[in-house]
């Protein structure tokens, strides 16, 4: 490796103003998806209510960070039942998103709850 090369590695790190336009255009295909899949396709009585909020992608596009939401008055153990019930859906989900989206590779999920306006974030904070 010559000085060139690593210097410029240095300069241009991998920072979220460099991925472009593709890496928020898939977020957004994986959000819609994600929404379809979860309200058509599962049948678990925990995830009824739950709404993919947003998508965050790795800079490699190997994990995605999926923030979910429930009704306000959604309670801990509603939200504890709801979190436990998409990572058993992870599978079905990746499945899902590898057949309506053409990938390389279709990322990992990893959910979090985004909990929404009103609720304490103390009670929804035993999986941090």
Known sequence: MTKPDRRRREIAPLDA?????RHARLERALLDELNLLIRDELSDPALIDVAVHSVNLSPDLHVARVHFHLPVEATPQQ??????????????????????????RTPSLK?????????????????K
């Open 79 to 104: 939200s504890r039942a709801a979190h436990l019930a998409l990572e058993r859906a992870t599978g079905f989900l990746r499945s899902g998103l590898a057949s309506a989206l053409d990938l390389k």
């Open 17 to 21: 103003l460099s991925l472009g336009h």
């Open 111 to 127: 959910f979090v709850h985004a909990p929404g306006v009103g609720q304490d974030e103390e009670a929804d904070a035993w999986w």
